[in-house]
């Protein structure tokens, strides 16, 4: 079955970076969407980026679009969210998601999902 597990969480200071990752296995991944949510206390679970497998093309909220940066490295069968200019606001638990094609936006579309890294943005 898909495994989707994440890493690369933690406690950092505002405007520095950080690199989520996403390992992906049980499947093959070809004809696949990639994405990562992400959930503060209390609030929704919210898009983040997402990026098809075999295309690469990305998507990415407003909030993030110009300082996330989504990838995948398909040898590793890893995706990856690269987090440029931390704020404060960007602290949730981020995850991991997977559907086939087409891309939605909705978390609710997506089947797949890890359990979850914290990322932690102090002022």
């Known amino acids: 079955q898909v495994q989707l597990v994440e890493s690369g969480g933690g406690l950092v200071q505002a405007g520095v970076s950080l690199r989520l990752s996403c390992a992906a296995s049980?499947?093959?991944?070809?004809?696949?969407?990639m994405g990562w949510f992400r959930q503060a206390p209390g609030k929704e679970r919210d898009f983040v980026a997402a990026i098809t497998w075999n295309a690469g093309s990305t998507y990415y909220a407003d909030s993030v679009k110009g300082r996330f940066t989504i990838s995948r490295d398909n040898a590793k069968n890893t995706v990856y969210l690269q987090m440029n200019n931390l704020r404060p606001e960007d602290t949730a638990v981020y995850y991991c998601?997977?559907?086939?094609?087409?891309?939605?936006?909705?978390?609710?579309?997506?089947?797949?999902w890890g359990q979850g890294t914290q990322v932690t943005v102090s002022s």
């Open positions: 998601a997977s559907r086939p094609l087409p891309y939605y936006r909705a978390s609710s579309r997506y089947p797949y």
């Open positions: 049980g499947r093959t991944f070809s004809n696949f969407v």
